[in-house]
């Protein structure tokens, strides 16, 4: 198999139609430059072609750094193609974990902007193990070649056909829980997400996709979909400018986006004030963290033919489950707002979900892990097609995260959680984030929920500080105009009445608070312990 079969599949069914539009910006309005899906299958055999002659090949681990951009689909799916192995690491996880990961995975290749290939002339330790170089621009040296010389190879080529377990990409977490570890994918698995994706939103051809997150777009590209790349800086999601998303949807009719929750917080608060509706919009797709309450409520205006949807899941194992804003304000907004965590939906077709009494250690088989009751908080771990089975070139933290069940395997997801009645998953915290007391543990989401419910609350922090758990508070503007002291009281009164949160009376405040590189939205609560616990306040 070979997931770039999809696309030239596709590629024959639809030659004419749009598969990637690129805005643009020309004063107040855009223009797009588009790509037939017949013109990005010949640009993808083209590079294919192209890259072979340049010393890439199949088995090859190839780093790749290319702006979201006509190009960047075409690269993807050409390294696809010849059988080589993108590696794609966030440049937002700050440049020692980053050179730590390119010298960790040693790459054969790179494929990058001209700054990137400058960079490794000045850290050339991380990128000594590179023997073949492509750049999208510039100045050349070595056998370096320019992207665009790619472009005068042949427009057939057949695709290498690989073992369905066959490495096909190297996709690095966040590292916001520890070191970003290098998650291999295989061919079957980007085929199974595809079809977990397609089947769970009904999509097809006659859809229109707009991702703030940039690698989303390879899989409704197999699907046929038209992707458009939107004006923004998808390492930045927090940054991106409501007002020109808005025009991109409009302007191309865009009927599902997704991306991190801070890039549709901003957009929705924008369409609110000034009265603006997204008619063509039937799915907005938030992921990455939980995503509170008002944000689907704000929707409920600014979609007339369409809802929110917040898949779960993570970079080993995606997705997990979902559910729609729609049943959120139906069925479970109120539980969250009262402290029973954030209700994530159902799992996926496919995939298995169980909840385990936590251990701090590996769990080599699963019949060593006691499977909790409905309703019980425990660990989560899930199985099925779309679960990776190993980190690379980390022995110890695939055993810390694996459990083997015969020839099956179950992720540790790294978060706590439990089954309800009906089967519906709930999310209650990281486990690294839960906080031990003498009555028992507390999780972040069911905790800090009570505190949010607060006017004058932006979000809150559950921390662990000198043994004792305590609350950290961001406020509003509301917040703001209340003096701290009176806030507190009024903070402590509000937990009094709930078991899990009536010992909870410190309160801290902190103006505002550090999050993840990747999604922008997921609070760093390790580090606002650790700076409390330092005295800095």
């Known amino acids: 198999m070979n997931i770039a079969d999809n696309l030239t599949k596709i590629s024959g069914l639809f030659p004419d139609k749009t598969a990637v539009r690129f805005p643009v910006k020309t004063g ?10 017949k013109e990005l299958e010949t640009k993808i055999n083209k590079y ?9 090949k199949r088995g090859q681990k190839v780093l790749l750094f290319v702006r979201p951009s006509l190009e960047f689909h075409a690269l993807v799916f050409a390294l696809y193609k010849i059988g080589a192995i993108p590696l794609l690491i966030d440049p937002g996880m700050g440049r020692k974990n980053l050179l730590s990961a390119i010298k960790e995975v040693k790459p054969e290749g790179l494929v990058a902007e001209a700054e990137v290939h400058f960079l490794s002339l000045l850290f050339s330790d991380a990128f000594k193990s590179v023997k073949h170089k492509i750049t999208t621009k510039g100045l050349t040296w070595g056998k370096m070649r320019k992207l665009s010389d790619l472009l005068n190879y042949p427009d057939t080529f057949k695709a290498e056909q690989l073992e369905d377990d066959e490495m096909a990409a190297i996709l690095f977490t966040s590292g916001g829980t520890g070191r970003p570890k290098g998650v291999i994918y295989s061919h079957k698995i980007l085929y199974e997400q595809t079809n977990v994706l397609k089947q769970l939103f009904n999509l097809d051809e006659n859809e229109t996709d707009l991702p703030g997150f940039p690698l989303f777009s390879l899989f409704t590209l197999s699907m046929g979909m038209t992707s458009v790349i939107p004006d923004m800086d998808p390492s930045k999601p927090s940054k991106a400018d409501p007002k020109s998303l808005v025009q991109n949807i409009l302007d191309t009719n865009a009927s599902f986006v997704a991306g991190s929750p801070a890039i549709w917080e901003g957009l929705g608060k924008y369409c609110k004030k000034n009265k603006i509706t997204l008619p063509s919009v039937k799915y907005l797709v938030m992921f990455g963290a939980p995503v509170r309450n008002e944000i689907h409520r704000m929707f409920k205006d600014v979609l007339p033919n369409g809802t929110t949807y917040t898949p779960y ?12 804003g729609r049943e959120v304000l139906k069925e479970t907004a109120h539980l969250t707002e009262a402290g029973m965590g954030t209700c994530v939906g159902h799992p996926v077709p496919g995939t298995k979900v169980k909840i385990i009494k936590y251990v701090d250690g590996p769990i080599s088989t699963l019949n060593q892990a ?6 019980e908080i425990g660990e989560i771990i899930v199985n099925g097609d779309v679960v990776t089975r190993n980190y690379f070139n980390a022995e110890n933290e695939t055993l810390a995260a694996k459990i083997y069940d015969l020839d099956k395997i179950w992720h540790r997801i790294g978060d706590m959680g439990y089954l309800d009645e009906t089967g519906r998953l709930w999310f209650c915290g990281r486990k690294s984030h839960k906080v031990e007391t003498i009555s028992g543990p507390l999780y972040t989401i069911p905790c800090e929920a009570i505190f949010n419910n607060h006017p004058g609350v932006r979000r809150s922090a559950l921390v662990e500080i000198n043994k004792i758990p305590r609350i950290v508070i961001e406020r509003n503007k509301i917040g703001k105009t209340i003096a701290k002291d009176k806030l507190k009281e009024e903070l402590v009164e509000l937990a009094s009445h709930h078991a899990h949160t009536k010992d909870i009376k410190d309160v801290f405040y902190k103006k505002t608070f550090p999050v993840d590189v990747r999604h922008n939205i997921k609070i760093d609560r390790l580090k606002i312990r650790d700076e409390f616990q330092r005295g800095n306040r």
Request: glycine share 10%; net charge negative.
């Open 313 to 324: 899941g993570a970079t080993e194992s995606l997705p997990v489950a979902n559910i729609s």
């Open 28 to 37: 107040e309005s855009y223009l797009y430059k588009d790509l037939s899906f």
């Open 48 to 56: 294919a072609n192209g890259l072979i002659d340049s010393g890439f």
């Open 370 to 375: 006691v499977e909790l009751k409905t309703g």
